[in-house]
């Protein structure tokens, strides 16, 4: 057996070496015929099996070699890039497993009993509330699982007309910032904030890390907003890392931070929409490999997208603002120019040579 792997080897070698002396025209022919026998072999086998060796070597391939999609014809280039992301979540899922036992530990249902008896008792309770007396009663829970297992009450119409209330009349004031991730070839996790204006939908500021942490968010803040640039509001959600330090940071700027309700994403709303939009347009065609690739890919779609792309809710205009061009001469065609690596595209008149 391993006498016919090493005379194959040689073999192909040999044909590999003759091949620099073949002419051109031998050449295009031999391709000629290799490109109709595998078009025949696709007739006998329509949907050839792919195998794990097969994605790995095309998601390896990707990042060694810029023409790989052209001579790609198996399968889409959007199907190598779900590759990746089935093997991330594979990958991770792998590590959360091993030596653990599924999901968080199961609280006393006398606990759980407890607190939807003091929820329906005390309807001005919340999980603060609760937990505080569950304390004084001996029980160690956290409040964030008095939270979970709190039952769903109707949303307050009031405060959600209060809040909608607030967005629109201080529009010009507010900004919000968020997090979003996003998984590595080596399947390590990459994280990117960015402060965005709800006026005018504008990124402000954008930054990457692998290891977020509260001052590196409060530096951050600090290189956002320079001498008197610092607005009124500042929205943020739940997550931990938003903590004292930050709310100091805020404080010291003379900027009132809001922190959103629990579970509530949609009082974020704009960054939470941002957040789908550098997904859609860019991150699910893509896959990084280092944390300089995502700044440079992250730098060129947040220029286009403060300068060119066009939002509905800005009577159809960019958030630096894009002005008419109208056709110069009656000679004029309009040019297409890629961006973003070819993602995207604008476009503009231009003058016939």
């Keep these: 057996m391993m006498v016919v792997k090493l005379l194959s080897r040689v073999k192909s070698v040999v044909h590999t070496a003759i091949s620099l002396f073949k002419s051109r025209e031998d050449l295009i022919l031999e391709n000629l015929v290799l490109r109709q026998q595998v078009i025949i072999l696709k007739k006998i086998n329509p949907r050839p099996k792919i195998t794990r060796f097969d994605r790995v070597f095309w998601t390896w391939i990707r990042g060694r070699w810029s023409n790989w999609t052209d001579f790609l014809v198996i399968v889409k280039p959007e199907t190598v890039v779900k590759w990746h992301r089935r093997g991330f979540k594979l990958y991770w899922t792998a590590i959360s497993k091993n030596g653990k036992r599924k999901g ?5 249902l006398e606990v759980s009993k407890l607190i939807k008896c003091m929820s329906k008792e005390n309807i001005n309770w919340g999980a603060p509330r609760i937990h505080a007396e569950l304390l004084k009663l001996g029980f160690g829970v956290s409040e964030r699982t008095v939270s979970r297992y709190l039952p769903k009450r109707e949303p ?7 809040w909608k209330t607030f967005l629109k009349n201080h529009q010009n004031e507010i900004t919000a910032m968020d997090f979003f ?4 070839v080596n399947f390590k996790q990459l994280y ?3 402060i965005i204006n709800h006026n005018r939908r504008k990124i402000i500021h954008f930054a990457v890390t692998y290891n ?3 001052l590196w968010v409060s530096q951050q803040i600090r290189n956002a907003f320079p001498y008197d640039t610092a607005p009124k509001y500042l929205i943020f959600d739940r997550d931990t890392i938003f903590g004292k330090e930050i709310i100091k940071t805020l404080q010291s700027f003379k900027i009132c931070p809001v922190r959103t309700d629990y579970k509530s994403p949609w009082q974020n709303g704009i960054a939470e929409r941002w957040v789908g939009n550098v997904r859609r347009e860019l991150l699910d065609h893509v896959i990084i490999f280092s944390e300089k690739h995502l700044v440079r890919l992250l730098t060129s779609y947040i220029d286009y997208y403060n300068r060119y792309r066009c939002h509905c809710a ?4 960019s958030p630096k603002g894009r002005f008419v061009q109208l056709k110069p001469d009656s000679n004029s065609k309009v040019k297409s120019l890629c961006v973003v690596g070819g993602l995207h595209h604008r476009y503009q008149w231009k003058s016939a040579a």
């Design 156 to 162: 307050d119409k009031t405060k959600i007309a209060n």
């Design 212 to 214: 977020p942490s509260s």
């Design 192 to 194: 990117g904030f960015f």
């Design 104 to 108: 968080r530990p199961r609280i006393n």
């Design 181 to 184: 991730t996003v998984p590595t």
């Design 314 to 317: 800005l009577d159809k205009d």
